[in-house]
């Protein structure tokens, strides 16, 4: 490893103390940079990701920009699925959007198999210059089985997850099969990144929060277990983070995962005390205050900082991304105020 080579951001993954809490943003890199817009002009989002010099270039602008203490892969959780057979485009303001949802078990059997090296080089390659020209970690990443398969099922963004749910409920068979090959894919996924350079992985499993812990427990629990437990040997630090997922907290505490990122809903005290979680803990600031005036957001981001390092094992996050509305100005001012606030207090 470099000299001068940050790796506060993997220490606290590991509950280990830092001489500051680091900080990242998941949706780092987006539309509230005018470079990002920019370099957004020429390209679609897809070209942007298979370009590998432009998807590392995309990676690095709020490292240099910000200040942050870690890098996340331009890419998105669709961009695997399209390799093993989902026809899917990213529209500007909606998300992922499939023309052929899955319907059946004929669906699920249809899917491929992801080949590292002929379906995502861009991937690996733009992993490998990251890898070696980044100060700071890079992390890489992977949509959840069940997160992927509501794109998958629902043909794009919901708000109900009836479709998904309804598979879920009437042919848990062809259910069973849709999670174990997209277990396998995230695992493929996630190895080829881990090999090409990358020092930690999250795993977003953002909608997860809209089922009970109950269904939790028996439709998605075990693909999750399975996921995580075959990536621990890579010895990588392994997130998972998904939105509203308060009451799946317990669950999740039992995955062989080193860090939980939170949203904003429950606080870093509740999730410590009420639910006994006691892997490190990433988040969560509410991302709306980034729109308040500096005072509020200032106070609110203090009290976050207060709660997360009563203990080891903290890294401030938002508790869900940045948005296209947000100011460079704001992201530059809070990720300083994260810095000298939790240096100071380490002081003291
Ligand atoms: O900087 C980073 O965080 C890395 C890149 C990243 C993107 N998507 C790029 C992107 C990451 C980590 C993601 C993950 C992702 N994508 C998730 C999980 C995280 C979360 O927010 O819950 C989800 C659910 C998606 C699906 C998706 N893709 C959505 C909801 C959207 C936004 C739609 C919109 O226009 O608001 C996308 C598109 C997308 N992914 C953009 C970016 C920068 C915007 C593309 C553009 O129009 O320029």
């Excluded at 809209?210 to 997130?239: C, N, Q, W």
């Excluded at 429950?266 to 991302?287: C, M, S």
């Excluded at 009563?310 to 890294?315: A, D, L």
Aim: overall charge negative; glycine content about 6%.
């Amino acid at each position: 490893m470099k000299s001068s080579f940050n790796d506060t951001f993997l220490r606290a993954c590991r509950k280990e103390p830092t001489p500051y809490v680091p900080v990242w943003y998941m949706r780092q890199a987006g539309r509230y940079q005018p470079e990002y817009r920019k370099i957004r002009e020429k390209y679609s989002f897809f070209e942007m990701n298979y370009i590998p010099e432009v998807c590392a270039e995309v990676t690095k602008l709020p490292v240099d920009q910000l200040g942050v203490d870690a890098a996340i892969l331009f890419a998105d959780i669709v961009t695997p699925l399209k390799p093993i057979g989902v026809d899917v485009e990213i529209r500007s303001g909606i998300g992922p959007v499939i023309d052929n949802p899955i319907r059946n078990t004929a669906d699920v059997r249809r899917l491929g198999e992801l080949d590292p090296v002929s379906d995502i080089p861009f991937i690996t390659d733009a992993v490998k210059i990251l890898a070696n020209e980044l100060r700071v970690p890079l992390i890489g990443f992977a949509g959840a089985p069940f997160t992927l398969a509501s794109y998958m099922i629902e043909g794009g963004p919901s708000k109900n997850y009836y479709k998904t749910k309804a598979m879920m409920f009437t042919a848990p068979e062809t259910w069973a099969l849709l999670m174990e090959k997209l277990a396998d894919m995230t695992i493929t996924y996630l190895r080829a990144q881990i090999a090409a350079g990358a020092k930690a992985v999250q795993v977003f499993d953002s909608w997860v929060g809209a089922v009970s812990e109950a269904d939790y427990r028996e439709f998605i629990f075990p693909t999750m277990h399975r996921i995580f437990s075959s990536l621990k040997d890579t010895g990588v630090p392994l997130i998972y983070f998904g939105v509203g997922t308060g009451h799946l907290l317990r669950s999740f505490n039992e995955l062989p995962v080193d860090v939980l990122g939170l949203d904003w809903r429950v606080t870093i005290t509740q999730a410590r005390t009420e639910y006994g979680v006691d892997k490190a803990l990433q988040g969560n600031l509410e991302p709306a205050l980034l729109l308040a005036p500096w005072e509020t957001l200032e106070k609110k981001a203090k009290q976050v900082l207060d709660e997360g390092t009563e203990q080891p094992g903290y890294i401030f996050n938002l508790g869900h991304g940045i948005f296209p509305q947000c100011s460079v100005e704001t992201m530059q001012k809070l990720t300083a105020l994260v810095h000298s606030y939790s240096r100071k207090n380490g002081e003291m």
